[in-house]
């Protein structure tokens, strides 16, 4: 039986992580068992983030690692029906979400005072109430960080919202008129898309990106596609 460490769900979605909703996500479209605890602290994680999983007695971090850890294992593969180009458009979507877009979805959720106003009193809500500000302070100033350092900390608001259009813009012609990224089916991509796409469209989480994404018709029609064939019980 595979474990998931992965943060609460909150929001309207099963999480408010990309990147914990890319992961199991892709644990349903395998159709893999898995049982879920919820963890608040990233740090408790083998590489100080979540998600993670235990699978066999090992610990395995990072979602790209657990899906190629995962497919190999259980000797499955999500992409078979892809050709070379098909698997490179794959990798180039997941990069995509996970590199690019959810560091923007983290800009504006963390960094801008619309976002942070919804995030910090849910996510710091377990923490004795003097504890807040501070433990709060602290992981913006984290999250202010590893996006400079991510070089996105350069740029001014309009600039950070034309990257995003560009992302949202190339997603929504990616998909086309076909119903996943993947195709007739869904495919690895699908669960990064999934993941960034509902966290801002299903999200109940308001900022800029939150609204631009919703302006895609077919983008919020694939997150309801994905939601109904994926996640609905
Ligand atoms: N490359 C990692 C990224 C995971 C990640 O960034 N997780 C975030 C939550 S969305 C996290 O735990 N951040 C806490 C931190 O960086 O301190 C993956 O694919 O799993």
Redesign the pocket.
């Known amino acids: 039986m595979i474990t998931l460490f992965q943060f609460p769900p909150a929001f309207n979605v099963p999480n408010i ?3 914990c909703l890319k992961l199991e996500t892709f644990l349903r479209l395998a159709g893999l068992e898995y049982q879920v605890k919820h963890l608040s602290d ?1 740090s408790k994680g083998p590489k ?4 993670f999983i235990k699978v066999d007695g090992e610990t395995i971090a ?3 690692i657990i899906i190629r850890d995962l497919q190999q294992r259980y000797a499955f593969d999500l992409d078979a029906g892809l050709d070379a180009r098909g698997r490179g458009w794959a990798v180039a979507i997941t990069r995509l979400c ?1 590199e690019h877009l959810v560091r923007l979805l983290v800009h504006f959720r963390w960094l801008e005072d619309e976002g942070w106003n919804q995030v910090s009193p849910v996510l710091f809500s377990a923490l004795p109430a003097p504890a807040r500000p501070l433990v709060g302070g602290l992981v913006r100033r ?1 999250v202010r960080k ?1 996006l400079n350092a991510s070089g996105l900390g350069a740029h001014s608001r309009d600039e950070l919202l034309a990257f995003a259009r560009a992302d949202l813009d190339a997603l929504d012609g990616l998909l086309g008129d076909v119903p996943y990224f993947g195709g007739a089916q869904p495919c690895s991509a699908d669960a990064a898309a999934y993941g960034v796409l509902a966290n801002l469209i299903l999200c109940t989480l308001e900022t800029p990106l939150s609204r631009m994404a919703r302006e895609y018709g077919r983008l919020v029609d694939y997150c309801d596609r994905m939601y109904q064939r994926v996640w609905a019980e």
């Open positions: 992580s990309p990147f990233p100080g983030k979540l998600p990072d979602t790209e996970d984290k590893q």
